[in-house]
């Protein structure tokens, strides 16, 4: 049921033609607010902000390759309660995902929202973000880094790539979006594509007024030549992982350079917890019982529980896991979370027959049970 | 030196499998005295990361036992814990972790010779596994 219309691009501009679109789009109150990623007044710096002034959208810019944070966490924090106001929320298709993950653990709601998707050729980490749009200025290292497409796919600028999160990433167009906007396998000096994918995105699409036009016959072939180099990276990356982290020393070495600091919980749009077992007392031990384990071993890394905090974290939301990459961008010391979660979550998704964002009505599976399965885990009674 | 003895960490829950181990002991049944028994409310509340500090802290096995489908005392936490173990063994063995150290056994209240039986029969394949390696090593 999509309907496509275009959005035409002028003077090779996408960025100020889209910003036109969301200007439309807020200004004619078919919203209350929009949630979109801005240049912030602070140089090299993107965020997301709620506008509601069609008037203050000058730094908005949704296609730029930076992901400072998955949105889908203030997605939830305005969603949490019912506002009686419509909000349209441009999302990239891992934020989407990892909000569908929230809705089901009943921390955030699609009633009032509009999802617009974008299609997502990835973006840097923070660092190179940061020295990127710091020496360039932040839209013109968005122009730049668009303007060999849809020829060269790779999005990669000068010295800087992608994280590997995004060159892993299979899913760089939207699922679940109300309205998707399209720009892969599109002439994307000439003309954007708006897509209607819900009930909810035809409303709007014909409340705006959207010429229809078909969409271009080269997006799918795009796309899927695009889907899978990346699966083909992130097949190397699930078996240079695995093969990294084969035993319990070789993950010691792995998360070696970790400190504890947490940082990869914050940043997870998933970890659902309110309050994380580590921050409480729970493993916070008398301290005759960390000199009792120190007498045992001969010695004790302080502070313990790296590996049991990563492989906890692991039990308690690999199935969650969206793959957003968050994680590894958070790491004060370049540990590659990321790729280990990944890794994980692909089995233990598989083991449930379930995939992280794919629908709002699956339940996440440790959330459920048959009454008959797995028998294998209980000697085959059951 | 002696033979290993093993160390076994169980989560056992109030209303049957903790029962069935009293049950076995007032009834005089010889049982292994290796294993260091947890009782909890519901299996449905053994969350993955005890039993990941279990294993991690050197525990040669860890058994999860609760009662059988149907008999659970909050009608289905026994069924909730058997997807949290089902998850822990996708997970635990990709560290090269034996899956074998993780039991999980369904035992009624009436069922003092199978807890006996059980436990006896998880002493004997732990001690064939010999020691678990991490008790000794510094675990970052």
């Known amino acids: ?382 | 030196m002696g033979e290993h003895e093993p160390k076994i960490i169980a989560f056992v829950c109030n209303w049957c499998t903790y029962t069935a181990a009293d049950l076995a002991g007032t009834s005089r049944l010889i049982q292994p005295p290796n294993v260091r028994m947890i009782r909890m409310m519901c299996t449905g509340m053994v969350d993955p990361k005890y039993i990941i500090k279990a294993l991690l802290e050197g525990a040669d096995a860890v058994l999860v036992s609760g009662c059988h489908p149907g008999d659970c005392h909050y009608i289905n936490g026994n069924l909730k814990a058997r997807r949290r173990i089902k998850l822990l063994k996708e997970i635990l063995p990709r560290f090269g972790l034996d899956e074998r150290r993780l039991k999980m056994t369904w035992i009624g209240a009436s069922e003092g010779i199978d807890f006996a039986e059980t436990i006896r029969g998880l002493v004997a394949e732990v001690k064939a596994l010999g020691p678990n390696a991490l008790r000794n090593q510094m675990v970052l």
């Open chain 1, 1 to 382: 049921m999509a309907k496509t219309a275009k959005i035409e691009v002028k003077e090779q501009n996408p960025v100020t033609s889209l910003r036109g679109f969301l200007q439309e789009l807020l200004g004619g109150g078919q919203v209350d607010g929009l949630l979109v990623a801005a240049h912030l007044p602070v140089k090299g710096s993107v965020m997301p902000v709620l506008v509601t002034d069609p008037q203050r959208m000058d730094g908005v810019d949704p296609l730029a390759p930076a992901f400072p944070i998955n949105a889908a966490k203030v997605v939830s924090r305005l969603t949490r309660k019912p506002t009686g106001q419509r909000l349209a929320v441009v999302l990239r298709p891992c934020e989407i995902r990892a909000f569908i993950e929230l809705v089901k653990l009943k921390q955030g709601s699609l009633d009032e929202v509009v999802l617009i998707g974008m299609d997502c050729l990835g973006a840097y980490g923070n660092v190179d973000y940061a020295r990127l749009a710091g020496e360039n200025g932040g839209q013109e290292t968005t122009l730049r880094f668009y303007r060999d497409l849809p020829s060269n796919m790779r999005g990669a600028l000068e010295d800087s790539e992608i994280s590997p999160a995004c060159k892993a990433c299979e899913h760089p167009v939207p699922e679940n979006a109300d309205l998707q906007v399209a720009f892969l396998g599109v002439p994307m000096d000439r003309m954007l594509l708006v897509q209607a994918r819900t009930e909810k995105g035809m409303e709007l699409f014909r409340k705006l007024r959207l010429t229809e036009c078909e969409e271009p016959k080269e997006r799918q072939a795009a796309v899927a030549e695009l889907v899978e180099g990346r699966r083909a990276y992130r097949d190397r990356m699930f078996e240079e992982t695995s093969r990294a982290t084969a035993d319990v020393e070789k993950l010691m070495e792995y998360l070696g350079r970790c400190v504890n600091c947490y940082n990869c919980r914050v940043a997870c749009p998933v970890c659902y917890c309110k309050e994380c077992v580590f921050v409480t007392d729970v493993f916070d031990h008398e301290p005759t019982q960390y000199l009792r384990w120190a007498r045992r071993k001969g010695l004790l890394k302080m502070p313990t529980d790296t590996v049991f905090y990563h492989l906890t974290r692991l039990a308690h939301m690999s199935t969650a896991c969206i793959g957003c990459g968050q994680c590894s961008n958070a790491c004060p010391n370049g540990v590659p979370v990321m790729e280990l979660f990944r890794t994980i979550a692909a089995h233990t998704q598989r083991a449930f027959d379930y995939e992280a964002g794919r629908s709002a009505e699956e339940p996440p599976p440790l959330s459920v049970f048959r009454e008959k399965e797995f028998s294998e885990v209980t000697g085959g009674k059951d």
